[in-house]
């Protein structure tokens, strides 16, 4: 129960940032030269590029290229320490941050930016039978659930059986959803075909699961289409106007239907971190706090909540959408909200969310992309993903790595990153 | 209780491999074209290319960049079906392979090429606090290990408590304890510094305890002088005739003394695979089946042992060393018996081992390497051990991928594979 060392060397004002993901690394980009010293506090070492995730979890990527240490992507900013510890609590009173170990840390200023979760609407016992994907672990355990069901289908000598095995299920067709599934397709229908002698694996079910009327409700009615049509030429199997009433280890049961099915994969909600819970802060129906146009937390200026664990909505009415870039901005605008109060300056004007547009990739080849007026689809809109993610990758050497991957995975049809490892029991099977 | 499917479908002479290391892969490769059909068996879906296994647990590789997926590497081989599973036990009178779910696999000829694990000499609890190096998960557990040390220490304000956690331990100073410890050297003395705050990773004591009276015993004596030079420029502590007496989670006791440390790594000894247990063969004490000159198992001729699980001499009465090329050579060596046999034409004369040569790295930039008469040290070795072992990698990607992390660790000073993924407790910190 004691304040950790450095606490007293320093009187300079100290920001903490707890959550070292898009979000609160640009709160500490922006915070530069602001003579502030940064804690940032992450129960993980590293900085995670999600919108690559699904990539690790289908073989494309493997984990190291699309994550980088905290502590490195820092190194060169010796105003920040890097801790890597799990909050538990927040006093607010005290401005003590404390943490998994018993220590604490005293704040001047705190910068909540723990994004979110996977949410299963009440159904939290789904979790087993049907994993989301937020993190590495999630993408290891997804990766690892494909590739041993096509194993365990090559040993199967019960028709029905393998069947079920070669069943996959994608819950939600948001751009995670959109993006396992065409992965998926793609592995069974042209990656692994040669790999197997008993089974054809372009034999697999891919289904795509989605409650709504269409695909990809996000983007506008045209490239929604164009994404369903590009996804049923992959093989994909839309079930759209589907609820999904139950998950099991070998079942999917929608509706009233069961199909059998060994792997379900869950694309379908969110919720936001529990740091709203370490505040008291009021919070909407997903656990995202509700913030000041500022995006501090009402009646503590001194506490600011960002990106995904934030409720912050357009001028329009609608809600900021929980991207990337949407993240960033919010701590670019905090890092200046900082900075002006310090220098006894004038204060921004309230958050306003830029919408930089929105892509979803179709398979290794095909991407829509929606920059407001401007509408793209297909080969072209693909490159430009694929440009657009390396450069906002971090660093030479994964730029360097992932373009790599991605041109052998194109020319050759080879995904790279197939190794299983860990398995779920501990054990090697 | 069934018989696999495809066992009833092809009548050709049935060789069934157990093990896709170096050995079992060799064998099959050797057999290409004798009119057989194969079928490999592993627990795991890769082959591990294991010599550079002590680079993916000290963060220069990453784990996919040193395997491949076994039914990936044998895609061109319709002869060859390729199964994930555990081996359970061989009926060596009905000739069958017992696997875990319950089904079994019938052979007329049978290979095991099961490898070989660390072993503790009796002190099997040892295994908790001193991971041995063998499979990608250990791989995982002893990197992350390393990097959770220093976390831990940049975390700690107990000047005591810290100094335990900078203090890594490698039991054993063969080839692989010598890589290990001078990588981990190199990580704390060069890679790591300017990313703590809190800490002085230069300051980290990295002990490379042996119980014989010099390191890499398998060297000529000037070799292993050398390289105890260079080891102990690189930062690390020699503990020469010392024997560990026991492993703590905490500590290391050597002798009487016990020294407080956190990480310990354990690369002192090895055991042949249960391949014997199988069989009920007999076995030396290291369980390495005592097989025939012709690597088949006394009184039964259809059963080959080969690599680490089998005890074989060379012409001097030395015993065979645990290295990929005596596994290959063995693997060679059987399919060649098989051949002859189908054939009926004249058998092989008995095995023999081909001496090589001997190399070992000692961190990134030295090496030493014992060709018989011509001996090689420094930097010129250290390349030629990098354009050999690039070399033996499997495919262009993995060469490349190889290749370029290499030269970008030996230009920047940087490693690039630091994530730390799925905590021992299965829940992240």
Not at 212 to 230: D, I, M, N
Not at 331 to 353: D, E, S
Not at 376 to 393: D, S
Request: proline share 5%; aromatic share 8%; with cysteine.
């Amino acid at each position: 129960m004691t304040a950790l060392q450095s606490e007293t060397r320093d009187d300079a004002h100290h920001v903490v940032v707890v959550g070292g993901g898009f979000g609160g690394l640009q709160a500490i980009k922006s915070l530069k030269g602001s003579g502030t010293r940064i804690t940032l506090i992450d129960r993980r070492n590293h900085h995670l590029f999600q919108p690559l995730l699904y990539q690790a979890a289908t073989t494309i990527l493997a984990p190291s290229e699309i994550a980088w240490p905290l502590r490195h992507v820092l190194r060169s900013r010796p105003d920040v320490t890097t801790l890597m510890a799990k909050v538990m609590d927040v006093d607010t009173e005290t401005r003590q941050v404390w943490l998994g170990d018993g220590t604490f840390v005293t704040y001047d200023t705190l910068i909540l930016a723990t994004g979110a979760r996977h949410s299963y609407f009440g159904n939290d016992h789904w979790e087993e039978h049907a994993p989301g994907l937020k993190t590495l672990e999630d993408a290891t355990k997804i990766r690892r659930r494909i590739l041993a069901a096509f194993e365990a289908a090559e040993k199967c000598d019960d028709e029905v059986e393998r069947r079920a095995l070669l069943t996959f299920a994608v819950i939600g067709a948001g751009p995670t959803g959109v993006e396992l599934a065409g992965i998926i397709a793609e592995l069974a229908k042209r990656v692994l075909p040669r790999d197997f002698r008993r089974i054809d694996t372009r034999e697999a079910r891919v289904m795509l699961i989605e409650a709504g009327p269409r695909v990809l409700a996000g983007f506008p009615e045209e490239l929604s289409s164009y994404a369903a049509k590009t996804l049923e030429r992959l093989g994909v199997e839309l079930r759209l106007g589907a609820k999904v009433t139950e998950c099991h280890s070998d079942a999917v049961d929608i509706g009233l239907d069961s199909v059998p099915c060994h792997t379900i994969i869950w694309a379908a909600g969110v919720q936001a971190s529990r740091a709203g819970k370490w505040i008291r802060a009021d919070a909407d129906k997903a656990g995202r706090v509700l913030v000041a146009p500022d995006l501090s937390v009402p009646e503590r200026p001194e506490i600011f909540v960002i990106g995904d664990t934030a409720a912050v909505d357009r001028a329009d009415g609608r809600p900021v959408p929980g991207v990337a870039p949407a993240a960033k901005q919010m701590g670019a605008h905090v890092a200046k909200v900082i900075k002006a109060r310090l220098a006894g300056g004038t204060l921004p004007a309230p958050f306003a969310y830029k919408d930089m547009g929105n892509m979803a990739t179709l398979g290794r080849r095909a991407a829509i992309a929606d920059f407001g007026g401007y509408k793209m689809k297909g080969v072209l809109a693909w490159w430009i993903w694929g440009v657009a993610h390396i450069y906002f990758l971090i660093g030479t050497r994964s730029r360097a790595v992932v373009a790599w991957s991605w041109m052998w995975s194109y020319v050759t049809g080879q995904n790279s990153a197939r190794i299983i490892t860990q398995p779920e029991d501990g054990k090697p099977q």
